[in-house]
C-alpha cells in the first residue's frame, strides 16, 4: 500500500471502531477478514496507528476542543499526525488521501511543533484517565497514580503461554529462535514465554498447532494458582472464550473432568474450537442461564477446584486494549460489584470439603478485589484465605493476594484470592 492508502484504511478503520459498540481488537478483526489483500506489514502498521490514537484518545480530543474542532476519526487522525508523528503541515496535505479542508489546514498548522502534553491539560486528561474511573484508581494507588497511569500508555509485549500437552518451554524457546525471533522464558509464569519485539502472529506456527497460546503473564499465574491436577473435578465459572480454561486442561493433562461455563453461549463455541486444537479434550462446556442456574445446586459440593474469573471493570487491561478505558462497565460500578458478589457466593457451592476457590478478576480496583474477598469471607466462615506463599512460593512476596499492575509487574493488571473450604 503506498502510504496515502494506508491512511485512508486507518481512517475507515477508525470511524468503525468509533461508531460500533464492539470492542476495538473485535472490530479489527472483523475488519481485516474483509480485507484479506493487506499484507502483514501494512496491517501491522496500521494496527500501531489505531493503537496510538486511542492510547492518545483524551489528549488528542483535548487539543482538538482547544482548536474548536469537534471530536471525529478525522480529526483525531489528522491531530495525530500533527502532535504524535509530528508531520508538517505540508507533509500531511500530501499523505492524506483526501484534500485538506480549509479547517483542516488551519488544525495542523495551528499544531505543528506542539508536543502531546501541554500545561494546561487537567491531570486526568494527561493520564487518559476517564471520570468513571478517577476517584477509585486514585484510592487504590495513592501516591503512585501517576506513575501507574502512565504504564497503561505503554504497549505491551507479546505474551505466550506453552501448551504442555503438545510441546515443552525448552523446545518452544529453540522453535523460536530458529525462526529468528528474540523470546526469553518470564521469570514468574513456568510455561510463559515473552517476545518483545512487535512481529506479525503469522510468524507463528505454534499458534495454529496449539503449541502456544497468546496469553498475558498475569493471566496464566491466575490459571497457575488453581492447580488443577490430574484426575480431578474442576469448574471454570466465568470461561469466557476460554483462556483460563486451556491452562487449567492442560495442567490436568488431559485427564479428569473440566467443566467450563458461561452465560454467552458464542464465546463457549470459540472456547470449545480453541481446546480442540490444542488437543485438549477433558472439557465440558455448558451454558448456563445465571450465576444461580439450577445446575450449581445440583453440583453442591462436587469439584476439587473452582476458578471464577469474574466480570469486571476492566481496569487491568487497559494497556492491551485502550479504547476499554473509555466504556465505562454497562451495569455501572455498583450493580457491577453487586453480581461479582453474586457470582462468588454461588460458585463457591461447588467446591467440595477441602477444595479450592480462586476469584480473579482483571481489574485493580479495591473495590472489586480485596473487599469481594473481604465481605464474602465473613458472610462464609466456612471458607479461609490460602497465602500465596503457600500455594506458589515465587509469589510469596506479593502476600495474600495476587494483585499485579503493569508498572509494578511489567503484566496487565490482575487480581487473584485463594480459598480454601475447611474440610
Known amino acids: 500500500m503506498t502510504p496515502s492508502s494506508r491512511l485512508a484504511a486507518i481512517l475507515d478503520l477508525l470511524t468503525e471502531v468509533e461508531s460500533a459498540p464492539r470492542p476495538a481488537d473485535a472490530v479489527t478483526s472483523a475488519f481485516f477478514r474483509a480485507r484479506r489483500h493487506i499484507d502483514d506489514q501494512d496491517r501491522g502498521a496500521m494496527l500501531e496507528t489505531l493503537y496510538a490514537i486511542l492510547r492518545h484518545r483524551a489528549r488528542l480530543g483535548w487539543w482538538l476542543s ?3 474542532r469537534a471530536e471525529t476519526a478525522r480529526g483525531r487522525l489528522l491531530a495525530w499526525l500533527a502532535l504524535g508523528e509530528r508531520k508538517g503541515p505540508d507533509q500531511v496535505a500530501r499523505l492524506f488521501p483526501t484534500p485538506l479542508s480549509a479547517a483542516d489546514s488551519a488544525l495542523v498548522t495551528a499544531l505543528h511543533g506542539s508536543a502531546l502534553d501541554h500545561a494546561e491539560m487537567p491531570e486526568p486528561v494527561r493520564l487518559e484517565c476517564p471520570d468513571w474511573a478517577l476517584e477509585p484508581l486514585r484510592r487504590r494507588f495513592g501516591a503512585d497514580f501517576a506513575a501507574e497511569m502512565a504504564a497503561t500508555l ?4 507479546l505474551d505466550l503461554r506453552v501448551n504442555p500437552v503438545k510441546t515443552s518451554r525448552d523446545q518452544a524457546l529453540r522453535g523460536l529462535s530458529r525462526l529468528g525471533l528474540r523470546a526469553e522464558p518470564m521469570a514468574l509464569s513456568p510455561l510463559g514465554i515473552r517476545l518483545p519485539d512487535r512481529i506479525s502472529l503469522a510468524l507463528l506456527p505454534g499458534l495454529k498447532s496449539g503449541e502456544i497460546e497468546i496469553q498475558d503473564e498475569g493471566s496464566q499465574l491466575v490459571a497457575h494458582l488453581v492447580e488443577a491436577k490430574p484426575g480431578e473435578r474442576v469448574v471454570d465459572f466465568c470461561a469466557g472464550a476460554g483462556g483460563k480454561t486451556l491452562a487449567l486442561a492442560a ?3 488431559n485427564r479428569g473432568h473440566l467443566v467450563a461455563c458461561d452465560v454467552n ?5 470459540r472456547c470449545a474450537e480453541r481446546l480442540r486444537k490444542a488437543g485438549l479434550h477433558n472439557v465440558e462446556t ?6 444461580t442456574d439450577k445446575w450449581v445446586k445440583r453440583h453442591k459440593g462436587g469439584y476439587d477446584r473452582v476458578l471464577i474469573d469474574a466480570p469486571c471493570s476492566g481496569t487491568g487491561t487497559w494497556r492491551r486494549n485502550p479504547d476499554a478505558r473509555w466504556r465505562a462497565p454497562d451495569l455501572g460500578l455498583s450493580a457491577l460489584m453487586a453480581l461479582q458478589a453474586r457470582i462468588l457466593a454461588s460458585a463457591a457451592r461447588l467446591v467440595r470439603p477441602g477444595g479450592r476457590l480462586v476469584y480473579a478478576t482483571c481489574s485493580v480496583l479495591v473495590e472489586e478485589n480485596e473487599a469481594q474477598v473481604a465481605a464474602f469471607l465473613a458472610a462464609h466462615p466456612g471458607f479461609a484465605l490460602l497465602p500465596l506463599g503457600e500455594a506458589f512460593p515465587p509469589l510469596q512476596a506479593l502476600g495474600d493476594h495476587l494483585s499485579l499492575t ?3 509487574h511489567g503484566t496487565d493488571g490482575f487480581f487473584a484470592a485463594i480459598l480454601t473450604r475447611q474440610a
Open 66 to 68: 482547544r482548536q474548536g
Open 154 to 157: 505503554v504497549a505491551p509485549p
Open 406 to 408: 503493569p508498572k509494578a
Open 286 to 291: 455448558r451454558v448456563l442461564a445465571s450465576e
Open 251 to 253: 495442567q490436568m493433562q
Open 265 to 269: 453461549e458464542a464465546r463457549l463455541k
